[in-house]
T-cell receptor, first 113, second 114 residues
Framework: AQSVTQPDIHITVSEGASLELRCNYS??????LFWYVQSPGQGLQLLLK??????LVQGIKGFEAEFKRSQSSFNLRKPSVHWSDAAEYFC???????????FGDGTTLTVKP | GAGVSQTPSNKVTEKGKYVELRCDPI?????LYWYRQSLGQGPEFLIY????????DSGLPNDRFFAVRPEGSVSTLKIQRTERGDSAVYLC????????????FGPGTRLLVL
């Protein structure tokens, strides 16, 4: 069965600092991988996705993620965090044979001024 | 264009009652998903429709939960004999296909069972 682990429940960074959110997945084949952001009172918004090709994926809002098959990881990065990035971030793995996605439990990002 | 909409936005009910939650997907999207998100957790898959049929209902927790999509557009999630443990945010998403197609999420329905 597919699964996702986000080891960090809560991360605090200073505005302007770099950010890396960790995601490890378990899946039997080449996965579809996603990062979503959820702000309070907002729906889930897709930041980026990987399903084939270049293992470094660029997304919206200056985010990127790198698929590392050998480590079963898909970590999210941003070189310089803005206060508006404070939110909850979810990593998900998609079933390539069906539609469903399995989500991690999320990482809450706090940005210090 | 309009995104995914869900009604009601909030629903408070009493234990044992029946509730219906509605999802209006993005026009033309053939795939529709229901997820449930409990406090402090990520969304948990419930059911996936491709057109009118349920392609995967493996996430429905028990037979109190049922969902329909009779015309391949709007979907209704139905919960019978609600329990306090059913309290959660119920999320709907739609996409133009399965697999790696982007799922667009609605704002969710917050269900509280007293």
């Amino acid at each position: 069965a597919q699964s996702v682990t986000q080891p960090d429940i809560h991360i605090t960074v200073s505005e302007g600092a770099s950010l890396e959110l960790r995601c490890n997945y378990s899946y039997g084949a080449t996965p579809y991988l996603f990062w979503y952001v959820q702000s309070p009172g907002q729906g889930l918004q897709l930041l980026l996705k990987y399903f084939s090709g270049d293992t470094l994926v660029q997304g919206i809002k200056g985010f990127e993620a790198e698929f590392k098959r050998s480590q079963s990881s898909f970590n999210l990065r941003k070189p310089s965090v803005h206060w508006s990035d404070a939110a909850e971030y979810f990593c998900a793995v998609g079933d390539t044979n069906a539609g469903k996605s399995t989500f991690g439990d999320g990482t809450t990002l706090t940005v210090k001024p | 264009g309009a995104g995914v909409s869900q009604t009601p936005s909030n629903k408070v009910t009493e234990k044992g009652k029946y509730v219906e939650l509605r999802c209006d997907p993005i026009s033309g999207h053939t795939a529709l998903y229901w997820y449930r998100q409990s406090l402090g957790q990520g969304p948990e898959f419930l059911i996936y429709f491709q057109g009118t049929g349920a392609a995967d209902d493996s996430g429905l927790p028990n037979d109190r939960f049922f969902a329909v999509r009779p015309e391949g557009s709007v979907s209704t999630l139905k919960i019978q004999r609600t329990e306090r443990g059913d309290s959660a945010v119920y999320l709907c998403a739609s996409s133009s296909g399965a697999g790696h197609e982007t799922q667009y999420f609605g704002p969710g329905t917050r269900l509280l069972v007293l």
